[in-house]
């Protein structure tokens, strides 16, 4: 009998013994009945890691899954399936009935289910993973104390519980899970001392504290850490006093915030000489000026002094600093001029110095190719000219109640991606220049209580994504042009939500923007303004009827949406509250931003590219005002 060639034998085998060759069944129903805990009865999305599960008997080629290549038996090693993006369930998942099944699977090494809107308690069980290094189960909404059987996770080095809605302290137990080298629990509602003994744990790179209900014993012994930290986060952990000298001793951090805090005293110099990437120290009792050392950094990307009691002029050699992107010193006492060495930080991308006292009648001249996207400069002391240098990517410019004066530039369309420009309540005068209403991507405009006049172009229906303007309080004159009618983003309901900080890895909210509303000045929230469509017109000296296509209450002609839900009440120098959700606040994942922020601006450089998918809502009505 003529023996079969070794390549068509090993064929025939394969084909034959493919059922040896696939991942243990136990482990494959384990997973589809993981998998019908978090979908439900319904299909999964082409997008979802769930779409793949199934269609292949072998679940090691599932996406989302990888099994152990040494072993013919092929066991699965790790699950991830991060925020799997299908329809939500209602009810929500059960943690407990969701973890159940992959309880069985004792070889997992790896875990990922984070941001799979988990509801309830954390179940028994987690003794079955004795090879467990990696467990993410962060944004969700799990419930109760962190369970002891995690104590039995001894190889355990990545655990991340954060966001969710665990309770009680930190247990005692985490002090003996000496493998771990990043702990995240930030954004829970844990109680309690902070304990020292976290910092004897001599592999901890990474501690997330943030956001919860902790205390931090500023009045115990000094604290000799015995680890060497690269990222620490104690925001909102009621720390007070001076800066703590232990962390002078961290050769290694690179990522450091300890805002909204009661910390007080000056800005030490052995910050500035430990070169961190990250220093965000708002919302505490911060005195005293900037040092200039902190400039000298190579390193330094993030610097967030916003909201503190410093003071003093800017820094001249600001812009050595040629790393920074997000500059917000914004909510201080700075004075004197803005430092000509400003456009010098070539990868700005965010700049706040609003509620400061700072003056000036001249401006450092941004080159046209920088990134710089955001720009508030609003409540000081600035006069002159409006300034427009701020290149051509500037998405958000704030300059509203300064000193400015003279006329609207007529190169306003140079900013041609502008989506939000705010003016108010300067001495801006003349007319309305045509530049103005060359700008495609204008979505909000606010030029309130200036000196404004002549009458309102019939170019304005050019600005087709306008959904909120604001002329209030000039000398604006003449008929109101029937144009107006035509601003289809006042009119049409949107299929898209998108901002600015969608473009962000970590959570980013901007400041509110003010408007007449019924008599009183109130805010429109910065995250919902896609609902919203306002036109105020008001204390001018127009003519005319009110343009077809208008509606609202406040000229009496009802509206086919619902009403408007009305805009929280503020005063119009109210500063922005302190807290752990302040206008700006920073929740972990800065690193691998920069990646996704320059993929958008070669790519497209739209907005919402890599924000979250935001459920289309109804528009709601316009709010107009004459």
């Not at 020292?196 to 014993?217: A, C, I």
């Not at 706040?352 to 955001?374: H, K, V």
């Not at 900080?501 to 509303?517: E, K, M, P």
């Not at 120098?573 to 302040?582: H, L």
């Amino acid at each position: 009998m003529p023996r079969l060639p070794p390549t068509i034998f090993l064929v025939t085998f394969l084909l034959y013994y493919h059922p040896l060759m696939a991942c243990p069944d136990d482990h494959r129903q384990a997973l589809l009945q993981f998998k019908s805990t978090l979908t439900g009865t319904g299909t999964a999305k082409p997008s979802s890691p769930f779409h793949s599960w199934g269609s292949h008997p072998d679940c090691c080629t599932w996406q989302g899954i990888t099994c152990h290549p040494g072993l013919p038996s092929r066991p699965v090693t790790a699950v991830a399936v991060p925020g799997f993006d299908d329809p939500p369930q209602n009810p929500p998942p059960d943690a407990a009935a969701a973890l159940s099944p992959l309880f069985r699977i004792r070889t997992l090494d790896t875990l990922d289910i984070s941001g799979n809107s988990l509801h309830g308690y954390l179940p028994a069980g987690f003794s079955n993973w004795t090879q467990l290094s990696y467990l993410d189960a962060s944004s969700n909404a799990l419930a109760g104390a962190i369970p002891p059987q995690i104590s039995h996770l001894t190889r355990l080095r990545h655990l991340d519980l954060g966001k969710n809605k665990l309770t009680g302290p930190i247990p005692a137990f985490v002090r003996e899970m000496a493998a771990l080298e990043t702990l995240r629990l930030e954004g829970n509602s844990l109680s309690g001392d902070i304990p020292s003994w976290l910092f004897d744990l001599r592999n901890l790179t990474v501690l997330y504290l943030s956001n919860n209900k902790l205390t931090w014993k500023s009045d115990g012994p000094e604290l000799r850490p015995r680890c060497m930290l690269s990222r620490l986060s104690l925001r909102s952990c009621a720390m007070s006093g001076g800066s703590p000298l232990w962390l002078s001793a961290q050769k290694g951090l690179d990522f450091l915030d300890l805002g909204d805090n009661h910390l007080t005293g000056v800005i030490p110099r052995w910050l500035a000489d430990l070169d961190l990437g990250s220093i965000i120290l708002s919302d505490n009792n911060l005195t005293g000026t900037v040092p200039a050392q902190l400039f000298e950094s190579r390193s330094l990307s993030i610097l967030d002094l916003s909201r503190n009691r410093l003071s003093g002029e800017l820094p001249r050699n600001m812009g050595k600093a040629r790393a920074i992107m997000i500059l917000l010193l914004g909510g201080n006492n700075f004075s004197g001029p803005l430092p000509p060495s400003l456009p010098s930080i070539y990868r700005l991308l965010m700049m706040d110095l609003s509620e400061n006292n700072l003056s000036g009648s001249s401006f450092p001249q941004f080159s046209s190719d920088t990134f710089l996207a955001y720009v508030d400069l609003s409540n000081n002391h600035f006069s002159g000219q409006i300034p427009v240098s701020f290149g051509t990517e500037i998405r958000i410019l704030a300059l509203g109640e300064n000193n400015f004066s003279g006329a609207l530039p007529g190169n306003l369309s140079s900013m041609a991606s502008l989506q939000h420009l705010d003016l108010h309540s300067n001495m801006v005068s003349g007319k309305l220049p045509p530049s103005l209403f060359q700008i495609p991507t204008l979505q909000s405009l606010n030029l309130r209580n200036n000196l404004l006049r002549g009458p309102i172009p019939t170019s304005v229906s050019n600005l087709t994504a306008l959904r909120i303007l604001d002329l209030s309080g000039n000398r604006l004159a003449g008929r109101i042009p029937p144009a107006m009618g035509n601003l289809t983003g006042m009119i049409q309901t949107p299929t898209t939500f998108s901002s600015v900080s969608d473009l962000f890895t970590f959570v980013l909210d901007f400041h509110d923007i003010s408007v007449n509303w019924k008599g009183k000045l109130r805010t429109l929230a910065s995250k919902s303004l896609d609902i919203y469509s306002l036109l105020d017109l008001s204390n001018n000296e127009l003519l005319g009827e009110i343009p077809a296509g208008l509606c609202g209450i406040q000229i009496a002609v009802a509206c086919s949406a619902s009403s408007q839900p009305p805009p929280q009440t503020t005063d119009e120098g109210g500063k922005s509250s302190k807290g752990g959700d302040g206008w700006f606040s920073w929740e972990g994942a800065i690193a691998g931003y920069l990646v996704g922020f320059f993929l958008a601006m070669v790519v497209s450089y739209v907005l919402g590219t890599y924000g979250p998918a935001v459920k289309p809502m109804k528009k709601l009505a316009a709010c107009v005002g004459v």
